[in-house]
Structures are given as structure tokens and as C-alpha cells.
């Protein structure tokens, strides 16, 4: 299994760009300090019984971004999202350093998503990081899924797109964010913290988007995560993960926190994911890659 990604520097809508070094799945396991922006994961994730139109499905998935001030890393990130064919965009939160931070974040949120947004339906949930004021500044062109669910028409079919509330004022609500029984041919749920999907009600969800973790941010050769900063084995610090009938994807993120804001072994991650019908996927219905993490397709940008 291997997974080629690049250091990504697409050009931006009408603008030109530059070429850009790769990163190849062997040289991501490898410590060093020398790492490009951040790589780019194409995943698929074998969903049973998945219909006809909604196979294929792309979502970008971006988290952690911990914005402080513009920078080379968020223009390159901007440019890879305008470059990126996808369905949906969503941001699981964690975009301040500190709650305090929150109107200035919002400010560079909005710079970042706003040349991207309006290409594909965008949303978001809040981290642990954040103020929930945050979610209220109209300049950030995402909608926020705080504690309730969208239903997003593509392909021609409804997705069910779900979000909880675990901003730095908590108020996680799984009854008002999956009200019901599911109605939907594909239920997704946006939550921070990778280790819901041990409390998330068995069944109701095909898949969870996650981030927190920045997969480790420090990963030492043969031991990899030692510290997942939640209720989660470090063995699903990163990757696809399978718990009962509800698959979990862990991206590592964009961003680092203190008190030390260096990745050692573990770039920082920009996720594309697709949907396929598990059959067709080849793979059965509890596949997973090695660790029990992502199954990765060769495909580079």
C-alpha cells in the first residue's frame, strides 16, 4: 500500500503558480523537520450498500488550522482548495490558538475560505480552541453545524451532514445533532474530538470526520503517537478506523499549538475523501489499511 502526495502550490482561480517538491508515502515516516506545507491524503472509504449516484462522492476535509497571523501555509492551503475537485468542503474545528484569539481568527478565516467556499457547499464545526462567537461572524463563508444536521442534495441524492458542539464552552448534544432515525442514503457527522464515535448512538452514522489529535504532531520512528490528547488509543491518532458499523477518519491538520509548535514525522494533512460502495471498492466491510488506518489511493496532486 503506499500513498503519494505533494507539497501543494496549485495555482489559485486565474492565477499562476510554481512547481513543488513531492512527498512520497515512504519519506513520511521518516523524522525530519524539513517538511513541505503540508500533504495532501486521498482516501476511500467502502461504504455498504451505498447508491448508484452517491459512489464517488469527494470531501475535503480540513482541520486544526490554529490561525495566528497569513502565511505561506494558508495560501498554499487556499490555492490547493480552489485547485481541488470535491463535493463538499468541511472544517472540524480548532481554528484559534486560544479562545481570546476569536475575532482575529475569524479574520483570517474569513481571508482563507472566502475565494474557496462559494466553489462547493461549505461547513464547519467548533473545537476545543474556539469561542462560539466565532460561528456568529457572517464574513466566515462556512455554515456551522452546531449541535443539528443539514440535509445536502448532490449527485442527485440527500446526505445527511451532522455536527456537535465541542467548542471551549462544550455543549456536545447528540439529540439534537442526530434528532430521529436516519432518513438518509449517506449520514455523515463533523465532531473535534476523534473519540465520539465511542459515545455517538451505534448505527446512526456511516462516518465521522475528525481531527484534534494532529495525528501525534510528534511521531517517533517504530513507537509513532505517543499522546493523543484524547480518550482515543494512539493507535487512531491518525487515519480510518472502524468501530461497530461507523467508520472514523482522523486527519492530522493543519496548524500546531504550544508549547511546541514543530511536526516531527507528521505533516500536516489536508484530506480528501471518497465514498465508494464497498463492493466496488474491493474491500469488505471492516477493511482497513495497516494500524487499522486509512485505505489510501495512489492518486498525487
Not at 457572517?138 to 455536527?163: C, H
Request: hydrophobic content about 40%; proline content about 7%; charged content about 20%.
Amino acid at each position: 500500500m503506499s500513498c503519494r502526495s505533494q507539497a501543494p502550490g496549485a495555482p489559485a482561480c486565474g492565477e499562476s503558480g510554481t512547481g513543488r517538491p513531492a512527498l512520497s508515502g515512504e519519506n513520511m515516516e521518516v523524522v525530519s523537520l524539513a517538511q513541505p506545507p503540508f500533504v495532501v491524503t486521498n482516501v476511500i472509504v467502502p461504504i455498504p450498500n451505498l447508491p448508484s449516484n452517491l459512489r464517488g462522492l469527494r470531501i475535503a476535509h480540513v482541520s486544526d488550522l490554529h490561525l495566528r497571523r497569513w502565511n505561506v501555509v494558508l495560501r498554499a492551503l487556499q490555492d490547493e482548495l480552489c485547485a481541488l475537485e470535491y463535493d463538499l468542503l468541511v472544517v472540524t474545528g480548532d481554528f484559534c490558538c486560544h479562545p481570546t484569539d476569536w475575532p482575529r481568527t475569524g479574520e483570517l478565516a474569513a481571508r482563507l475560505f472566502q475565494p474557496v467556499a462559494g466553489r462547493r457547499s461549505a461547513y464547519a464545526v467548533l473545537g476545543n480552541h474556539d469561542d462560539p462567537r466565532l460561528a456568529e461572524m457572517p464574513e466566515i463563508p462556512l455554515e456551522f453545524l452546531q449541535n443539528r444536521a443539514v440535509s445536502v442534495e448532490s449527485r442527485d441524492s440527500r446526505v445527511e451532514l451532522a455536527g456537535v458542539e465541542q467548542s471551549a464552552t462544550g455543549g456536545e448534544d447528540f439529540h439534537r445533532a442526530l434528532p430521529g432515525e436516519r432518513t438518509h442514503e449517506l449520514s455523515i457527522l463533523l465532531a473535534h474530538y476523534p473519540s465520539t464515535i465511542f459515545r455517538v448512538p451505534r448505527s446512526r452514522v456511516d462516518l465521522i470526520l475528525s481531527g484534534h489529535t494532529h495525528g501525534g504532531q510528534i511521531r517517533w520512528p517504530l513507537l509513532g503517537c505517543l499522546w493523543t490528547n484524547d480518550a482515543l488509543p494512539n493507535r487512531m491518532a491518525r487515519g480510518l478506523h472502524r468501530v461497530d458499523d461507523t467508520w472514523l477518519y482522523v486527519t492530522s491538520g493543519i496548524g500546531v499549538t504550544p508549547p511546541v509548535k514543530i511536526r516531527v514525522n507528521c505533516p500536516a494533512e489536508l484530506s480528501v475523501l471518497t465514498v465508494h460502495n464497498a463492493a466496488e471498492a474491493g474491500q469488505s466491510d471492516d477493511a482497513c489499511g495497516e494500524d487499522n488506518s486509512a485505505v489510501l489511493s495512489d492518486t498525487s496532486v
